[in-house]
């Protein structure tokens, strides 16, 4: 029998299968840890194979994952935790003002996702409470993203404005469904899913403690078709995986001109012949992104792994 897990606890694993039947399922002992550098070998969104025995329900064969999000796990002997698996798109839920959320962070999410490869989409929310320089901010900072091919959704969790749009965005997909706290997440799911926001928000608030120690996503269907998957708290997953050299590969803008470099090796900082410099010069990079690049770059040569994404 196949399902698809939607839930786990770390030796427990709730299983929907195709019938619609949600089983609780432990993992066949053998590959438990056989070769999987992680400290969790099932994840959510995992498509498995389970099998009845006098025992209960046996998860016996994992599918080939098409992605997943790793985060750095709090067992020191293994490397990573992943949260999620086989998932379609991540969607940011951000806010120009009230609070402000930092192109930064932005930034830090969206390479992160693009490590992954997976589509992100920001949701710039409380579209009600902006003044005019918000709104002058929000359309400048719409273009920029979209520009680079990111979407961009405008919405009011408060009234409703541009929710269908988030509706038709998250329809018959596996969504991770993530922002920092006060940008309006659980209003906003509510919105998009009466009833689910008690379930998100309780998930939240636990993971919301900064320590870290609960690791586990969990997968909530939507009554429209698709998957909310609420994680761990966006701080989970960062740059974990990502060497120095990879981190301008994972902003397609400064990707695509550093192919003009003078030096394979650019840094993009101080070396002659630098076509990224020159392209934010020009403006056909915005100093924003550069200023994150620029970020992540130093983060990583102090060799800190930011507890605030």
Not at 41 to 50: L, W, Y
Not at 165 to 186: N, Q, R
Not at 241 to 264: L, T
Request: charged content about 25%; some cysteine; overall charge negative.
């Amino acid at each position: 029998m196949r399902g698809i897990v939607v839930k786990s606890t770390g030796s427990w694993y709730a299983v929907r299968m195709e019938s619609g039947e949600v089983l609780e399922c432990r993992i066949k002992g053998k590959f438990r840890m056989k070769g999987i550098k992680t400290t969790n070998p099932v994840a959510v969104g995992d498509v498995v194979e389970v099998e009845i025995n006098p025992d209960g329900a046996v998860i016996h064969r994992i599918e080939e994952r098409k992605n997943y999000i790793i985060r750095k796990s709090t067992n020191l002997s293994k490397e990573a935790h992943i949260i999620a698996a086989n998932v379609d798109q991540a969607m940011l839920v951000v806010t120009v003002n009230h609070p402000v959320t930092s192109t930064v962070f932005i930034d830090r999410f969206l390479a992160s996702v693009e490590a992954y490869r997976i589509p992100a989409i920001l949701v710039f929310n409380k579209i009600d409470l902006y003044d005019e320089d918000d709104l002058m901010l929000l359309g400048a900072l719409t273009q920029i993203y979209m520009e680079i091919g990111y979407e961009c959704l405008h919405v009011s969790s408060l009234t409703g404005e541009g929710v269908e749009d988030v509706v038709a965005a998250l329809k018959d997909k596996v969504t991770v469904f993530s922002g920092l706290s006060g940008v309006g997440k659980s209003s906003l799911i509510n919105r998009v899913e009466p009833g689910l926001q008690l379930k998100v928000a309780e998930i939240s608030e636990s993971h919301d403690t900064g320590k870290h120690t609960t690791t586990f996503a969990e997968m909530f269907p939507l009554s429209f078709g698709g998957y909310i998957v609420d994680t761990p708290g966006i701080r989970a997953f960062g740059l974990i995986h990502m060497e120095k050299a990879e981190i301008s590969h994972y902003f397609p803008e400064i990707f695509k001109f550093s192919a003009d470099c003078r030096y394979g090796n650019c840094t993009h900082r101080h070396e002659p012949g630098c076509a990224v410099r020159k392209a934010v010069e020009e403006h056909y990079i915005s100093e924003s992104r550069y200023a994150s690049y620029l970020n992540m770059l130093e983060d990583k040569e102090e060799g800190k792994y930011r507890a605030a994404y």
